[in-house]
């Protein structure tokens, strides 16, 4: 069975930093795109980055510049590092890990910027 954990979230200040990561347990193969998505209160869901394979990226307009998604694909694993955030990044972040037919998802880290 496939588990993805979160780690990473909490409370900062604005303009502070946070480093999100999320690593898959279990037998888990081929996974094309891993990805960070979130959920603001009384918001949908928006994807926030993406990165394939190869390495390419792809994030929303409102944290280009801010934030950077990487991978490591040794250790089925994903980070998000989270840099001058404001209060409207204040959401819950999941992972998701794109494996063609099977997709699978994180349970949700809490990122609060308040000061």
């Known amino acids: 069975q496939v588990q993805l954990v979160e780690s990473g979230g909490g409370l900062v200040q604005p303009g502070g930093s946070l480093r999100l990561s999320c690593v898959a347990s279990?037998?888990?193969?081929?996974?094309?795109?891993m990805g960070w998505y979130r959920r603001a209160p009384g918001k949908e869901r928006e994807l926030v980055a993406t990165?394939?394979?190869?390495?390419?990226?792809n994030y929303v307009d409102s944290v280009k510049g801010r934030f950077t998604i990487s991978r490591d694909n040794a250790r089925n694993t994903v980070y998000l590092q989270l840099n001058s955030l404001k209060p409207e990044d204040t959401a819950v972040y999941y992972c998701?890990?794109?494996?063609?037919?099977?997709?699978?998802w994180g349970q949700g880290t809490q990122v609060t910027v308040s000061s």
């Open positions: 279990g037998n888990i193969f081929d996974i094309i795109n």
């Open positions: 990165v394939t394979r190869s390495g390419s990226t």
């Open positions: 998701n890990f794109d494996a063609g037919p099977r997709n699978y």
